[in-house]
Every structure is written in structure tokens, then in C-alpha cells.
């Protein structure tokens, strides 16, 4: 065996400390399964120096020798190069530590196919037991390691950023080789397929109805999405991940007297991205679902720990890199990847050792196995291993439960019985499966997320956050560019109807409407008096004004008497309009169901497109009565009133100039000052969905857990007494009162007459009453 020429022995010696080789040797691993993308060899040199002789046992890693096959795929895939890369040249730049902050072998010698590390098996370093999860500890102090390798990235980028005097990023310089390959994509699709067709055998939901058929069209989008979030992340600080942490790359010393401590090694898959993907994938290929339920908080706590004290010993604040705030929302980001990948995985690692050798080192199938099917095997060892069943089904079955059968929640009765009452559910599932595909325009821009499937009970949807998309702070109004960006979409969303009308029109030669098709589908849900939703939002918005007001019995009586008459002729309003054009509208445009994509993902400011989602509410009726909805519910009273032209004007505009490019005339269809007309009273609807919805809405997301995911609360808040709730959370704070109070009486109705003002202007001084509201909770 020439891997090495003597003068490459002899300078491996060296670095040793040892100037004189009198012999060396090459042995091979008699388990073949620890070297899946390369060989794996010892070599032994017999060395002396100063006086001493010994053995140097060290560990060698090549190309695979007597598979030309896999050679030659494992050229393609650039493994070895990116390897190469790695250990000759960027993590040069990185410090290895010594003792419990080590984190990888030494390496003695490189070339391009052939690398040299110690052999620290030789200090009781060992693999872990590939067919078994690992113990808590041993994940400990894998995720410990990790933490020491990712911030090496970061301290290596700070030091170079304060070099160069500008900001540097490894992906500078070392982006060909910390990209996935896109290209080559046969192994990730065999292992899908994979995946796909084990869970038709063995999985526990194979009998729900039309279960093949979800399978097929759901998996391959969600290995899809995987593959796109090991691009470089947008959200978070990259780092150089390893992104193979299953066992046989994770090497652990167990000691008697203190923790373990782990290695690791094989940097042949490298990308530059989130490093939670890491730690979620190192977690997904190694823990049982029951350890990961329960530990993985320990684990991101680790994780954080060690890596602030790893930064802090370089000098840098480690919420510069990453805040442990966006941590928990950074690994839920990254468990798509974490659970596909695994699924790629654990289906090979899983089995036994010998099984393992059996079926994926064999010259005359690895081809097929790596590229064309591997599904067969997998499906008979599960057959001949009960643990190996156990083990692939529980975690494939967790990316069913979590992507194709979502379950919803059960644990608050009232709110599921809520959603069941009104049809939200239904309704939503109907127009997503039926009315959207019907009226959907090819050439308009999307203004709704893609539904990948309806199910009973479960709606699954494109993941809007992986496309970059955000919700803003519900407290913040909305500024001129995220109004003018809303109404776009909304101005495309109502052209639809309106095109489609035009459509079956010209087809059916007769006049048509949504509505004549859809009506059962297109109902007032919670919006009328029968509704206890309803009228608990009616009295609990009276109570409120009540509570604040310091009017006399008199007027407060007169208030009262009317105040049903005022929120049902807003009802009214959101009715089929037999004199003005009708749309089917939105109805819940509040700030959590407007997402906004950025420019600049790190800037706020400047909104390039907009969705809509959750459209459980939607009517056919004015258009206006959205604009005025969205108008009303997300901006600040004042600053609405004082660009109120300016935005009716823009929404108009948007509006016709999407109908002109279908041959449809705008002001045949609705002119503009019927559209003013209607947008002057539809301001009432606006105003009392306002009412109904910020109240319970504009509370800090903490206090709306503790009271909206309580069954008993939810009910009494929303079915009994909901004036009761807006009461207390006044009277818990007199500066919120007074607050209120002067915001009715010298921002809303300086000149307030129960007798004179209208049902519009004493819903004026309500909702001035929410702005209140809303300056009171961000102070809690």
C-alpha cells in the first residue's frame, strides 16, 4: 500500500517531535460502516528521537480504493475537495483549544485525497453505538463541541472584520465550497423516496383516508424546503455548519471522575448557514422523540452558554451574533431541515453494523442503493428488526403528525367549539380548495399563501416565514409604506373577483355573481346580534365607555338606548349590497393577518410585497368595506384621517389599472365616486370591527397566552362577560384610565353631545378609546 511517499512518512514524524522512521504499516478498519463517504485506514510508524522509540498510532482517511463507483460520485459531490479546503486552509484560521475546549483531531498531514489525523481512539475515544440513540450526557457534551466549533466562525469574522475595517463574512472567500451541491440531488431523492414509501408499509396513520395520496404530494415540497434552508439564512448570523452530525462523526471520551467529552470529525458536508441547524439536526439524528420533547431546551440552553463563553473569552458580546431571544424561533426555523435530514439518515445508520456492511458496501448495488432506490432494503430490515422499526417509524411518522396530519389543538374546548360553531374552519378549508382556485387570476401577483392540502381537520399551507415573509409588532401602526403596500394586495385580491364576475358573465351571457354560487359559503359567521361573540364584543365596548365616561346618568342612558341600533347598522353594512359593486372581502384585516416581505430582510422600513392570510371571515359585499377595515384596525386615527383621500385614491388607482390589463373598464364596474360613497359609510363597519377586535387583541403576547390558551378564561371573556375583562384590565392601572379618558374627551369628541353625535362619531371616540388601550399594554 503506497499511499504516502517516505518523505511524507518522515514529515508526519516530525511534527511529531521525532526525527528518525525505521518502519511503518497500514491497517485496515475491520468495520467498513464508519467510513461511508471515504476509506478509513491506520498507519503505524515505528519512530525514534531524542533517545526514544516508539509507535505512533495514527488514522488515516482516503478515497475509496476498491470502489470506482463511489470514488467517482464522492468526486462529483466535491466532498473530499470541500474537506480538503476545510482542514488546509479555513480552519487554519480557527483555534482547536486544548483539553475540554478541543474540538476536533489534530491533523498532521493533508493532501489532496489522503489526510492524516492522531488516532484518538488511542485515549479512549470511541463512536458511539450507531443503532442506539445517545445518553443525555454524551448529547451534552456533543452539543457543548458544537458550540466551541461555531464560534470559531464568529471569532474568526471579528477579527478579520476589525482587520480589513469593514464588516467580513467567510462566505467571501469560501462560498464555492459551503454550498450544498443543487445539481446532484439523486442521493437525497432515493432516500425520500425512501422515506415516502416505508411510511405507505409501517406508518401508524397509512389507514387515513387518502393517505397515500398526501404522502405524494406533500413529503417531496417539505425535502424540498429543506434543502432551501441550508442556503446562507437572511435572519440569522451564519456559521460554518457541519450539517452530518449523526453518530459515526461524533467521537466521545467517557471519563470516571468527571463529564464526557466528544470530538468531531468528517467536515466533508460543510455549508454556511443558521447554526441551529446543527444543533436541530444533531439532536433529530441522535435522540428518540420522547428525549427530544422533553430536552431539547436543555440542549439550546447548553448550547447558548457555551457559546457566550466561548465569544466573551475573544471580547465579543454574544447577543452581537445571536440573542437568546431568536434562539427558540431560530431552531423551530431549522427543524424542517433537522427532521428531513434525519429522515434521510437514521433510515441507514439505524440498522446494525453487519446489516449496514451487508447492504451498503457492496460494489455490485451501492450505485442503485445511492441513486436509484433504496426503499426495498429499509423496508426488510424493519421486517427482520423490531428496534429498527420502532426507531425509523416513530421518527418518520413524527414528520406526518407535524406536516401532513397536523393535529389541531384540543386543549381549550371553548375556542375549538367557537371556531366550530361559526364554520371558521370549514369556510376557510372551502374557499382555499374551491372559491380561490375558481377565481385566481394567472399574472396577478400571489396575495395569499399556497394551500398544499385541506384535510378534516388541518389546513397546510406554504410556509410564508421561509420566504421571508413577517408580521409586524402588532403594537407599531401601520406607516404610509406598509398602508400603500396593503393595499396593493388588497386591490389585487378584490380585482379577482371582479375578473372572474367579468368572466362567467361573458360566458354564461348573463350577468353573474359570486355570490349566487357561494352564498352558504360566503355567510356572516360571528357578525350578527345572535352571536354571543358578538354581543359580548357589543357590551363589553359599551361597558368600557361606560366605565371611562364621566357623563351624567342622562347621557349615558341616551348612549346606551341607541348603542345596539349603531353596531347593527354596521352589520348591515357588511351585507350583499344590491346598489353598489360587491367583492368578496376579507373582513379580519387586522395587523396578525397582513404579512409584509422586505427590500432589505434587515429592514423594516420598506416593504416590496404583502399577503393576506387566515380568511375565515370572508363576505361577499363593498369593497370599501375592507379598505375601511384595514384602515381603521392598523392605523392611527389621526394620521388615517389626515391621508384618508390619499389612500382611498391609491387603492382606486391600484385597482383599475389590474382591470385594464384583463379588458376590464374600472369605472363601468364601479366609478370612483361610488366608491368614495360607499368608502364614507363603510368607515362605520371599519370602526366597529375595530371595536370588536382590538380589545382582546392589542395585549402583549405573554398576557395573551396566559388568558386566551385558558380554556375557563376564554370562555368567560369571549361568550360571558367581556366587558368585565376590559374593565379590570383598566381599573388594574389609573394611569391607563386617566389616559383613556383624555384621549375620548380632547382627541375624539371635543365637542361631545350625546344627543347631536352621530353612531360614527361616538365609534370614533371607541376606537381612540383602543389607541388607549394599546399605549397602556406596551407599558405592562
Not at 409586524?472 to 393595499?487: G, I, S, V
Not at 350583499?576 to 393577518?593: A, E, F, G, M, T
Request: hydrophobic share 35%; net charge negative.
Amino acid at each position: 500500500m503506497n499511499l504516502l511517499t517516505e518523505e511524507e512518512i518522515k514529515s508526519i514524524a516530525k511534527k511529531r517531535g521525532f526525527n528518525k522512521v525505521l518502519k511503518w504499516r497500514w491497517e485496515e478498519f475491520s468495520d467498513k460502516a464508519i467510513g461511508h463517504l471515504g476509506d478509513h485506514i491506520k498507519l503505524f510508524l515505528d519512530v525514534e528521537g531524542n533517545g526514544t522509540s516508539l509507535t505512533l498510532n495514527l488514522f488515516v482517511k482516503c478515497m475509496p480504493r476498491s470502489d470506482e463507483w463511489k470514488a467517482e460520485y464522492i468526486k462529483e459531490l466535491g466532498f473530499f475537495n470541500k474537506e480538503y479546503v476545510m482542514l488546509s486552509q479555513l480552519f487554519n484560521n480557527f483555534e482547536n483549544g486544548t483539553g475540554y475546549r478541543k474540538w476536533r483531531p489534530e491533523l498532521l498531514f493533508i493532501k489532496e485525497n489522503i489526510f492524516v489525523f492522531e488516532n484518538v481512539s488511542f485515549d479512549g475515544y470511541v463512536i458511539p453505538l450507531q443503532e442506539d440513540t445517545m445518553s443525555f450526557e454524551e448529547l451534552k457534551a456533543s452539543v457543548e463541541t458544537l458550540a466551541r466549533f461555531h464560534a470559531q466562525s464568529y471569532i474568526y469574522e471579528e477579527r478579520k472584520s476589525k482587520e480589513l475595517g469593514r464588516p467580513y463574512r467567510i462566505w467571501e472567500d469560501y462560498s464555492e465550497y459551503l454550498q450544498e451541491c443543487t445539481f446532484q440531488t439523486d442521493w437525497r431523492d432515493t432516500g425520500r423516496n425512501a422515506a415516502m414509501d416505508y411510511l405507505k408499509i409501517y406508518s401508524k396513520y397509512k389507514s387515513e383516508p387518502n393517505f397515500n395520496r398526501y404522502i405524494d404530494s406533500i413529503v417531496p415540497g417539505l425535502f424540498t424546503k429543506g434543502l432551501e434552508l441550508m442556503q446562507p439564512s437572511k435572519e440569522y448570523r451564519n456559521a460554518v455548519v457541519h450539517r452530518d452530525l449523526w453518530s459515526n462523526n461524533i467521537l466521545i471520551k467517557k471519563e470516571r471522575i468527571s463529564p464526557p467529552h466528544v470530538l468531531i470529525v468528517d467536515f466533508q458536508t460543510v455549508i454556511y448557514t443558521s447554526p441551529l441547524l446543527d444543533l436541530s439536526s444533531l439532536i433529530y439524528f441522535n435522540t428518540t422523540r420522547g428525549d427530544r420533547d422533553i430536552l431539547t431546551d436543555d440542549f439550546i440552553e447548553v448550547y447558548y452558554t457555551v457559546l457566550s463563553e466561548e465569544l466573551e473569552a475573544s471580547g465579543i458580546d454574544v447577543n452581537s451574533v445571536l440573542e437568546k431571544a431568536s434562539l427558540r424561533d431560530a431552531y423551530e426555523k431549522s427543524r424542517l431541515f433537522a427532521i428531513t435530514q434525519a429522515a434521510l439518515i437514521t433510515p441507514v445508520i439505524a440498522m446494525t453494523k453487519e446489516k449496514c456492511e451487508a447492504i451498503f458496501f457492496n460494489p455490485e448495488s451501492v450505485r442503485r442503493l445511492n441513486v436509484e432506490t433504496r426503499s426495498q432494503e429499509l423496508i426488510d430490515v424493519a421486517k427482520e428488526d423490531e428496534n429498527y422499526k420502532a426507531r425509523v417509524t416513530e421518527l418518520l411518522d413524527e414528520i406526518v403528525e407535524r406536516y401532513v396530519f397536523p393535529k389541531p389543538s384540543t386543549s381549550n374546548a371553548a375556542k375549538a367549539n367557537m371556531v366550530k360553531e361559526m364554520h371558521l374552519f370549514d369556510k376557510e378549508a372551502f374557499f382555499y380548495s374551491v372559491i380561490k382556485e375558481n377565481i385566481e387570476v394567472p399574472g396577478i401577483k400571489p396575495w395569499a399563501a399556497r394551500l398544499i392540502t385541506a384535510l378534516n381537520d388541518a389546513m397546510v399551507f406554504e410556509d410564508l416565514n421561509a420566504k421571508q415573509y413577517k408580521l409586524r409588532n402588532k403594537f407599531a401602526r401601520f406607516d404610509m409604506a406598509h398602508t400603500l403596500q396593503a393595499l396593493k394586495t388588497l386591490a389585487r385580491w378584490h380585482a379577482c373577483s371582479m375578473i372572474y364576475e367579468e368572466k362567467k358573465s361573458k360566458e354564461n351571457g348573463a350577468n353573474y355573481k359570486i355570490n349566487d354560487e357561494y352564498e352558504k359559503s360566503l355567510d356572516k359567521g360571528g357578525y350578527h346580534l345572535s352571536s354571543e361573540w358578538f354581543y359580548q364584543c357589543m357590551m363589553g365596548a359599551l361597558e368600557a365607555m361606560k366605565s371611562l365616561s364621566d357623563y351624567n346618568e342622562a347621557d349615558i342612558n341616551s348612549i346606551e338606548s341607541r348603542w345596539q341600533d349603531v353596531w347593527s347598522t354596521a352589520l348591515s353594512l357588511s351585507d350583499y349590497s344590491p346598489h353598489q359593486k360587491n367583492v368578496i372581502c376579507h373582513r379580519d384585516l387586522w395587523n396578525n393577518n397582513v404579512m409584509f416581505h422586505y427590500k432589505d430582510d434587515k429592514d423594516p422600513s420598506e416593504p416590496d410585497d404583502c399577503v393576506l392570510v387566515d380568511f375565515q371571515a370572508i363576505r361577499y359585499q363593498p369593497p370599501a368595506g375592507d379598505v375601511m377595515l384595514l384602515l381603521c384596525c392598523n392605523l392611527d386615527p389621526k394620521f388615517r384621517e389626515e391621508n384618508l383621500d390619499t389612500f382611498l385614491n391609491f387603492y382606486y388607482e391600484e385597482l383599475g389599472k389590474i382591470l385594464d390589463e384583463y379588458n376590464v373598464e374600472i369605472k363601468e364596474v364601479m366609478s370612483k365616486t361610488e366608491f368614495l360613497t360607499s368608502a364614507e359609510e363603510q368607515r362605520q363597519w371599519g370602526l366597529i370591527v375595530c371595536a370588536c377586535l382590538i380589545p382582546q387583541f392589542w395585549i402583549d403576547d405573554d398576557l395573551t397566552t396566559k388568558i386566551f390558551c385558558d380554556n375557563e378564561q376564554f370562555d368567560e371573556i369571549l361568550s360571558k362577560n367581556k366587558g368585565l375583562f376590559i374593565k379590570k384590565m383598566m381599573r388594574e392601572n389609573s394611569d391607563y384610565k386617566q389616559k383613556i379618558t383624555k384621549i375620548c374627551h380632547k382627541t375624539a369628541l371635543p365637542e361631545w353631545s350625546p344627543k347631536a353625535a352621530t353612531g360614527i362619531q361616538f365609534l370614533g371616540a371607541f376606537s381612540a378609546l383602543c389607541d388607549g388601550y394599546r399605549i397602556l399594554l406596551t407599558q405592562i
